[in-house]
């Protein structure tokens, strides 16, 4: 890779914290702070960004050939970006700005000096791979002209900035080339860690960022304005009903503690279930509570199970956002007949019956699209689609 000077018009800018979502799969919710990404690691922890960095800049270089690029030294962009085969053929194609990272690990500051470095030399989309706390980063760096777009890694993503996918932020970014689409000022968001860890949720807005409009861009993560809705009781008897004998995993939110409640399941302070993370019912009745993404495939790998599962309010999500304890492995066994989506009757209509996935790969992606049950209660179903 090669650094160069002056600006280079009509080049995407790439940010990458290549610790963006070492947390996930292990339960620890975030990779904020050096403790926590070191605690990560040894529990086995692997961030998300660097292949989720491959993924948009292979898919980018399709759409738009001979593509170049700006972004930073070693981690913070170069090293993706020469993962993927296409780099081999045009080298020339990536440009390395900025200065290189000066300690062992990264940290927030050298994603905002390359922001704003990527800025200053002119990259017409700034597209940094990560979760709310990157996004937060790369806006301290930028002016609030300036377009930016994430590419979701994180386990964090309340952030209305992220595209739905890595492929979705390449088409993005190829239009932004082409001259093509709009923009609009969209909120970041960020979440105490802290306090999620300790079983609250709080968010804060730090400010808003120039993203393009598009159909396939997030929206912001919003939190119902009153109590769960469901009809808790009708949907555990559903899902008694029709998986007896199966272990079942359930997932994170309020919703799905509630369901988890009828199974006897509770958590801290009188909840059903780990609220933030995965419980598990074995076959025989017993529980594990929170489980990691290495606990769950122990349990769970060369068996029949099923996975229950609530969207993200606002959102859409069903897997992708929040539970990235479903591993690879797990989605890949996982039977889509066997994931159990349950939602609010208001928060499904809120949703247009529209649901949303961004799973480890594209191939399962494919696997759950399509039109999908919803269950509202007991012989409630809805037909939402995936998508």
Do not use: W
Not at 45 to 53: I, N, T
Not at 360 to 384: K, M, Q, S
């Amino acid at each position: 890779m090669s650094g160069e000077s002056g600006t280079v018009p009509a080049a995407v800018g790439l940010v990458v914290n290549p610790f963006a979502g070492i947390g996930g799969e292990v339960g620890l919710g975030g990779s904020d702070g050096a403790d926590v990404r070191v605690e990560a690691a040894r529990r086995g922890g692997r961030p998300r960004a660097p292949e989720r960095a491959v993924r948009f800049v292979r898919e980018l270089r399709r759409l738009v050939p001979g593509v170049r690029i700006l972004t930073g030294a070693g981690p913070l962009g170069e090293d993706a970006a020469a993962l993927d085969p296409g780099s081999a053929s045009d080298p020339g194609r990536v440009a390395v700005v900025g200065r290189a990272p000066t300690a062992a690990t990264t940290t927030g500051a050298d994603t905002t000096a390359l922001a704003a470095a990527l800025a200053e030399r002119g990259a017409a989309v700034i597209v940094f791979v990560g979760g709310d706390g990157t996004a937060r980063d790369v806006l301290a760096g930028v002016t609030p002209d300036r377009l930016c777009l994430g590419v979701p890694a994180g386990v964090k993503m309340h952030s209305g900035v992220f595209a739905v996918t890595p492929e979705d932020a390449a088409q993005q970014a190829a239009d932004v080339l082409a001259g093509r689409g709009r923009t609009a000022l969209r909120d970041v968001v960020d979440l105490d860690e802290a306090a999620r860890r300790a079983g609250v949720l709080s968010t804060s807005v730090y400010g808003t960022m120039r993203v393009p409009d598009h159909e396939r861009l997030q929206r912001g993560k919003r939190s119902p304005a009153h109590g769960s809705g469901i009809d808790a009781d009708g949907v555990a008897a559903e899902v008694r009903s029709r998986f007896p004998g199966l272990p079942i995993a359930f997932g994170p939110g309020t919703t799905v503690a509630r369901i988890a409640e009828r199974f006897g399941i509770g958590g801290a302070g009188g909840t059903g279930g780990a609220l933030l993370g995965f419980d598990v019912l074995d076959a025989d009745g017993g529980v594990h509570h929170d489980a990691s993404g290495a606990v769950l495939e122990q349990l769970l790998l060369g068996r029949e199970f099923a996975v229950v599962l609530s969207p993200v309010g606002g959102q859409g999500f069903v897997i992708g956002r929040g539970n990235h304890q479903l591993t690879e492995r797990l989605l890949a066994e996982l039977d889509p007949d066997n994931l159990v989506i349950v939602a609010e009757p208001a928060k499904l209509g809120e949703l247009g019956g529209r649901l949303r996935i961004d799973a480890p790969t594209a191939a399962l992606n494919d696997r759950f699209r399509g039109p999908r049950r919803v269950l509202l209660g007991r012989g409630d179903i809805a037909v939402a689609a995936v998508e």
